[in-house]
């Protein structure tokens, strides 16, 4: 019976769920949940055929007919995720599927912690076990015979930390967003770091027992944030759960197996064993207790391990629910005893043969940090350049922060004009309000640029940008902003720093010493000559050197500064041609970038 009213379809011979779901404009759970009925068992990634297919595309009100060729097959883009990065060294044909490991991100108040208790709570399996769960930093839930890992931090702080130490704790991120309230600034937050990461996110639509929630406000913001809705036509899956009444829970974890599936989680468990510190505390009694989170191999009790800057023996290894254990395999957390002092949360571990061993790992470690921190870890817009020269990088990231709406919408536009070259701009993150710790986080672990405009950077964010060695660079007039993000591009920016004059000295004498060293015997005619300065000689108008102070003595004492009317004699590094009547200008090198 044809029906001019029914849309019509074409279909290959075989097509996976998720493909089909997407044809027919549905959410490939419902189809699922309609082949459950039919007593088929499927997978999102499991392909159905024509016939099957073409059964459920009528019920649903589609034509179907056979197309002639075969769908192209989806490929893979962009860049590896940090875990598959860990395991790279395995043979492909020893990983198996594992466990995924699922984080829970969100904007605060909208229900994390509820969903990860709600979540526990509703784990039949754990109940029958009778053992009561530790809080060790992550727990284990079945569902159908199947495990799930839950880091149980919930916050974009833990989940950074381990990106930037190398590591990745978590396979999926559930989103969870108060359908009273809607996508908050933390939301967008989460969202940039789980892009940042490449790790798929599920949405759980929270609270929508209270009588204001308004779920396609939700899925619309959701959209406008490049995260369609499966229901709308597009790839995310929005859950709609209540943590409170505990309802919806189950649906979570289905969809959570069914992105895992689609994810190609896997490991060796016979492999090299390495993982994540997901927390580590001193205890009285027991001494330095860490939870690791295993991510290849299986960890065995006597095994030595290597976390960060300690290692030790394992003495004994313990589950979630506080029960002594063996082993642990792949995405199995297990809380440890035996190290000699405390990792970080986010260090990675490994087993080695030996103690002596560990220490030798230790101290590559150690020195492989200190190249980092004295060489190119700062993530400047010039040597971010040099690295896409390179070929080493072929993409800017940029974190945007602007003092209101109206700002963000023109510079975006004006970036994302730039970004049209064979460079790519990626706007991890665009927000309003002042430049805190989190963005230095996620800057960081993304090596992003932050970019504000009109807005202060908060004392903790440029301490961190310190130490973390990000870039802020703050902007009053959107045309400067977009000029330098364009000589980024270009490889032109000119450099962060400019100078300060802070005072002028002229040569009256110059004193020779051993080995053609020359002192200049000066009088400080302006502000101060200091130790630490830089320093220019023009001889008439020419600039005969521009460099640094080797010395500078007041009579016979070495000095730091010398004063307006002072003498002094100052040494050059590596200049030994001064000349009486020189003019000295001592400057200093000032950050431009933070006012
Ligand atoms: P977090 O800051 O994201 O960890 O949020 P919490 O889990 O602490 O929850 C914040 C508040 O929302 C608490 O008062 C919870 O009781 C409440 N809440 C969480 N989930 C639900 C829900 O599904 N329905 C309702 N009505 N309230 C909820």
């Known amino acids: 019976m044809s029906d001019?009213?029914?849309?019509?379809?074409?279909?290959?011979?075989?097509?996976?769920?998720?493909d089909f779901a997407q044809i027919i404009e549905i959410s490939p759970i419902q189809i699922i949940k309609k082949l459950m009925a039919n007593?088929?068992?499927?997978?999102?990634?499991?392909?159905?055929?024509?016939?099957?297919?073409?059964?459920?595309?009528?019920?649903?009100?589609?034509?179907?007919?056979?197309?002639?060729?075969?769908?192209?097959?989806?490929?893979?883009?962009?860049?590896?995720?940090?875990?598959?990065?860990?395991?790279?060294?395995?043979?492909?044909?020893?990983?198996?599927?594992?466990?995924?490991?699922?984080?829970?991100?969100g904007h605060v108040d909208h229900g994390k912690t509820s969903l990860l208790d709600a979540i526990r709570d509703a784990d039949v399996a754990?109940?029958?076990?009778?053992?009561?769960?530790?809080?060790?930093?992550?727990?284990?839930v079945e569902l159908k015979g199947r495990q799930i890992t839950f880091l149980d931090t919930p916050g974009h702080a833990a989940f950074t930390a381990m990106r930037s130490r190398g590591a990745q704790g978590a396979d999926i991120v559930i989103l969870v967003i108060a359908a009273d309230d809607g996508v908050m600034p933390q939301t967008k937050e989460a969202i940039a770091h789980a892009k940042a990461a490449r790790v798929p996110i599920i949405v759980a639509l929270n609270k929508v027992d209270k009588p204001n929630s308004n779920p396609?406000?939700?899925?619309?913001?959701?959209?406008?944030?490049?995260?369609?809705?499966?229901?709308?036509?597009?790839?995310?899956?929005?859950?709609?759960?209540?943590?409170?009444?505990?309802q919806g829970i189950e649906d979570l974890l289905e969809a959570i197996l069914l992105v895992a599936d689609n994810t190609d989680i896997?490991?060796?468990?016979?492999?090299?064993?390495?993982?994540?510190?997901?927390?580590?505390e001193l205890d009285k009694s027991k001494g330095p207790v860490a939870t690791l989170l295993v991510q290849n191999g299986t960890l065995n009790t006597g095994d030595i391990v290597v976390a960060g800057n300690t290692y030790g023996r394992l003495r004994a290894l313990f589950d979630f629910r506080g029960r002594k254990v063996q082993k642990a395999g792949p995405s199995i957390p297990v809380s440890v005893m035996g190290l000699s002092e405390l990792p970080s949360a986010g260090d990675v571990f490994k087993v080695v043969g030996s103690e002596k061993e560990a220490r030798q790992a230790i101290l590559e470690r150690q020195e492989a940090n200190k190249k980092q921190t004295s060489a190119a870890k700062k993530i400047t817009l010039e040597e971010l350049f040099s690295k896409i020269k390179a070929g080493e990088a072929k993409e800017l990231n940029f974190i945007l922060k602007a003092d209101v709406q109206g700002s963000l919408e023109p510079i975006l536009n004006e970036i994302n004009n730039l970004g049209k070259g064979e460079?790519?701009?990626?706007?991890?993150?665009?927000?309003?309000?002042?430049?805190?710790?989190?963005?230095?986080?996620?800057?960081?672990?993304?090596?992003?640029?932050?970019?504000?405009?009109?807005?202060?950077?908060?004392?903790?964010?440029?301490?961190?940008?310190?130490?973390?060695g990000v870039s802020i660079r703050l902007y009053d007039i959107?045309?400067?902003?977009?000029?330098?993000?364009?000589?980024?591009?270009?490889?032109?920016?000119?450099?962060?720093?400019?100078?300060?004059?802070?005072?002028?000295?002229?040569?009256?004498?110059?004193?020779?010493?051993?080995?053609?060293?020359?002192?200049?015997?000066?009088?400080?005619?302006?502000?101060?000559?200091?130790?630490?300065?830089?320093?220019?000689?023009?001889?008439?108008?020419?600039?005969?050197?521009e460099g640094e102070v080797s010395s500078l003595k007041h009579e016979k004492?070495?000095?730091?500064?010398?004063?307006?009317?002072?003498?002094?004699?100052?040494?050059?590094?590596?200049?030994?041609?001064?000349?009486?009547?020189?003019?000295i200008e001592c400057y200093l090198l000032e950050k431009t970038e933070i006012e």
Request: net charge negative; glycine share 8%; hydrophobic share 40%.
């Open 39 to 105: 007593g088929v068992m499927a997978s999102i990634n499991q392909a159905i055929d024509y016939d099957t297919a073409a059964i459920l595309a009528d019920e649903m009100g589609f034509e179907a007919t056979l197309e002639n060729q075969e769908a192209p097959v989806e490929k893979e883009t962009g860049n590896v995720p940090l875990w598959r990065q860990m395991i790279a060294g395995e043979n492909e044909a020893s990983l198996t599927p594992r466990p995924p490991v699922v984080t829970i991100l």
């Open 4 to 18: 001019p009213d029914r849309k019509k379809i074409e279909l290959p011979a075989n097509i996976s769920i998720r």
């Open 557 to 583: 004492e070495d000095v730091r500064e010398i004063r307006t009317g002072f003498e002094c004699g100052i040494g050059l590094k590596n200049f030994s041609d001064v000349q009486v009547g020189d003019v």
């Open 478 to 545: 959107i045309y400067r902003l977009i000029e330098d993000v364009e000589k980024a591009l270009k490889g032109m920016l000119a450099p962060e720093y400019t100078e300060k004059a802070i005072g002028k000295a002229v040569v009256l004498q110059v004193f020779s010493l051993s080995k053609g060293t020359k002192i200049a015997g000066c009088r400080v005619t302006e502000g101060e000559v200091r130790r630490n300065g830089k320093i220019r000689v023009t001889r008439e108008k020419d600039i005969v050197y």
């Open 266 to 280: 896997r490991a060796n468990p016979k492999g090299a064993v390495i993982g994540t510190v997901i927390e580590a």
């Open 423 to 468: 460079i790519r701009i990626n706007i991890l993150y665009a927000e309003t309000g002042n430049i805190s710790e989190n963005d230095v986080l996620l800057a960081s672990a993304s090596q992003a640029i932050i970019v504000g405009f009109s807005v202060q950077a908060d004392v903790a964010a440029r301490r961190l940008a310190d130490t973390e």
């Open 126 to 140: 754990a109940g029958e076990a009778g053992g009561i769960t530790q809080h060790i930093g992550a727990y284990q």
């Open 216 to 246: 396609d406000r939700v899925k619309k913001q959701l959209g406008e944030n490049d995260l369609m809705p499966d229901d709308w036509g597009g790839n995310t899956m929005v859950i709609p759960v209540s943590a409170k009444q505990k």
